[in-house]
Structures are given as C-alpha cells and as structure tokens.
T-cell receptor, first 111, second 115 residues
Framework: EDKVVQSPLSLVVHEGDTVTLNCSYE??????LLWYKQEKKAPTFLFML????IEKKSGRLSSILDKKELFSILNITATQTGDSAVYLC???????????FGGGTRLMVKP | DVKVTQSSRYLVKRTGEKVFLECVQD?????MFWYRQDPGLGLRLIYF???????EKGDIPEGYSVSREKKERFSLILESASTNQTSMYLC??????????????FGPGTRLTVT
C-alpha cells in the first residue's frame, strides 16, 4: 500500500522566518511527487518533481526530491502571512495519474 | 485557466437520504477524481474515471458510487447517507498525459454534514 507521511503536522512561525516542510513516501511505482497549497478552498498546485536533485523554484518557494532516500522538502523563505495554509504532498504512481496524499502540514505565519 | 466547479459548497442531509454531488470541469480533461478530506487523514481517493462511462475504485469506495455520462461531468452518489460520511468532498480533474502538464486541478469542495 502506498504511503505518504508529512512532518511536522503543524508549524507556527513569524513573518520573515524560513520554514522547511518534509514529505517521505513509500510507493511501488513512483512517477512523480507533487506539492499543493490549500487555504480555505481548493488545493492549488505548486510543484511537480520527477527527478532527484533538481530544485524547482517559484518565488520564495522551492522544492527538491531525493528518490534514493524517498523524501522531498518544501522550503519557504521570508514567510508572509499569506503563506498560512495547509501544504499537501502527494505521490503519483504509474497507474494513470492516481495520487496518494499525505496528511498535510498546517503552517501559520504570524505578523 | 482550468475551472472545476462543484454544485454545492455546503450541504446538510439526513441519515438514509440519497445524496448527489456534482462536479464539472471546463478543460476537456480525460481524468476526473473524487476525494474526501478529513482532519488528520489528508485526502483519500474514493473513485476516479479515465473516460466517459469508465470508473475505477479508489481507496475508500464503500458506500459510494459514481457516474460519468459526459466527459465534463463526474457525479458522486451516496446511496444511503450515514453520519460517518460527514466530510469535505473534493473533485479534481487532469489531463491523461505523459508530459509535465498532468497535475490535478481541484474544485472548491463540498462540505457535507449528515445528521
């Protein structure tokens, strides 16, 4: 059974801090790992990672995948209150775009 | 922009009622998915569909059925709602693609309460 574990479960930081969110996985036919941000509505797509060691970057967010150790991290630098959300990690298998999600990390950024 | 819409944001139903949750996407995506989201459990896949009239069970299909009569529309049906089906239901769609643009796009969710 595919499994995705995120840590920490929740995190409270102050504006300007840097945070690192973790995602480890066990999946039989790995295809990609995805990160989503969920505020009070639909999860919105952040990154898709398929290759080890290649950093994906979008503004203050970046992510990297380690396929040997089976984990990924999501970094957010210079956090802002608008970064407050639940961050979801999901692993895609080869069986037609199916995703297995982790439980999420709830990030709260205080002013 | 991809748009995935769900018929209701909030729904309250009684135990034993038949419940229909509708999802529509406007980007001609082949794949559509239904998840439920519960605190501490993340998103769990209920059913998905690769094409019209096709459906596959996900991780937790018990108590649910689905219908996909048109490519843009995917319905989730609770034949006889129970209190343990109180949850947030999220619909998603994606391209059936081997390329990079195959991420799932999500609707805003329907918060269903069964009393």
């Amino acid at each position: 059974e595919d499994k995705v574990v995120q840590s920490p479960l929740s995190l409270v930081v102050h504006e300007g801090d840097t945070v690192t969110l973790n995602c480890s996985y066990e999946v039989t036919n790995f295809r990609s790992l995805l990160w989503y941000k969920q505020e009070k509505k639909a999860p919105t797509f952040l990154f898709m990672l398929t290759s080890s060691g290649i950093e994906k970057k979008s503004g203050r967010l970046s992510s990297i995948l380690d396929k040997k150790e089976l984990f990924s991290i999501l970094n957010i630098t210079a956090t802002q209150t608008g970064d407050s959300a639940v961050y979801l990690c999901a692993v895609e298998n080869n069986a037609g775009n199916m995703l297995t999600f982790g439980g999420g990390t709830r990030l709260m950024v205080k002013p | 922009d991809v748009k995935v819409t769900q018929s209701s944001r909030y729904l309250v139903k009684r135990t034993g009622e038949k419940v229909f949750l509708e999802c529509v996407q406007d980007m001609d995506h082949e794949n559509m998915f239904w998840y439920r989201q519960d605190p501490g459990l993340g998103l769990r896949l209920i059913y998905f569909s690769y094409d019209v009239k096709m459906k596959e069970k996900g991780d937790i299909p018990e108590g649910y059925s689905v219908s996909r009569e048109k490519k843009e529309r995917f319905s989730l049906i609770l034949e006889s709602a129970s209190t343990n089906q109180t949850s947030m239901y999220l619909c998603a769609s994606s391209l059936r693609s081997s390329g990079s643009r195959r991420e799932q796009y999500f609707g805003p969710g329907t918060r269903l309460t069964v009393t």
